[in-house]
């Protein structure tokens, strides 16, 4: 089976006939006529994950991110970059092929990064509004309580926190990835925790002036919000390891294999 046979049956049984003109999910090194060895998932196609795959006799990496450091994987300003090139070289000696599945992986008939995150986290069936995958309504916890679940599922050593820890919540808001950023409209994270009345934003990534410094204040005003910043890659690796599975069916009898990227900070 060829790259262009795994990339249509993806967008096949994801948006069936809705297909973006103007896209990101394109790929980003190799060809559409590679015979596929192997298929790994990920949420970026690092080097770690580039030599995993390697291993693993794969010659497809699904990835959700870009490859080259910006959103449109632009490489014109890359000419005789260091990094570039070695990245390149290894994908290249190896005939690595990099697809991105990020947009329309988003706009499938359920959004596929959220369906992954809310089965790692057991939530599947708590969603204030079925029709939403951004509010869910929990057991009565505290703030604190809740980050050391998030860490605890998720595999982290550090959240932070925006609010009391002490504090008690059951009504929860995620934001995944950019999404909490506002998706074009900075007010939309702080219209979302107000409408919804939602006592805590789970996030990933963050500008401290707008959805942080909302928070902040009302938790110094004496209102029950907080948030909890978890960061871009945490809340979405789990749509790519969930996809492995999703794309059994389509995949026939190359493997696939999830590879998690991991988040890229260390915590001194």
């Known amino acids: 089976m060829k790259v262009q046979d795994i990339v249509e049956r993806i967008l096949e049984r994801s948006c069936g006939e809705r297909r973006l003109e103007q896209t990101c999910d394109v790929l980003a090194s190799g060809s559409y006529e590679t015979e596929v060895t192997g298929i790994v998932t990920t949420f970026t196609a690092t080097v770690d994950v580039i030599r995993e795959a390697i291993a693993l006799g794969a010659n497809l990496i699904v990835t959700h991110e870009p490859t080259y450091f910006t959103g449109r994987d632009g490489v014109d300003w890359l000419t005789n970059d260091p990094v570039y090139a070695g990245k390149k070289k290894l994908l290249d000696e190896h005939g690595i092929v990099v697809w991105r599945f990020h947009d329309h992986m988003h706009m499938a008939k359920s959004d596929l990064i959220y369906d992954g995150l809310a089965k790692e986290l057991g939530w599947g069936d708590k969603k204030l509004d079925s029709a939403s995958p951004w509010a869910y309504g929990i057991e009565p916890t505290t703030v604190g309580e809740l980050a050391a679940f998030f860490k605890s599922r998720l595999g982290m050593s550090n959240v932070r926190i925006v609010?009391?820890?002490?504090?008690?919540?059951?009504?929860?808001?995620?934001?995944?990835?950019?999404?909490?950023l506002g998706l074009g409209r900075e007010e939309m994270p702080m219209e979302l925790m107000r409408d919804k009345e939602l006592d805590v934003m789970v996030c990933g990534d963050i500008t401290e002036w707008t959805l942080c410094a909302y928070v902040n204040d009302a938790s110094m005003l004496g209102m029950n919000k907080a948030m909890i910043v978890v960061g871009h890659e945490r809340t979405e690796e789990w749509g790519m390891k969930h996809l492995a599975e999703w794309l059994l069916p389509i995949a026939g009898d190359v493997k696939v294999t999830f590879v998690d990227a991991k988040e890229p900070f260390v915590y001194l």
């Open 163 to 180: 609010g009391k820890p002490e504090s008690p919540c059951s009504r929860i808001g995620i934001l995944v990835g950019g999404g909490s």
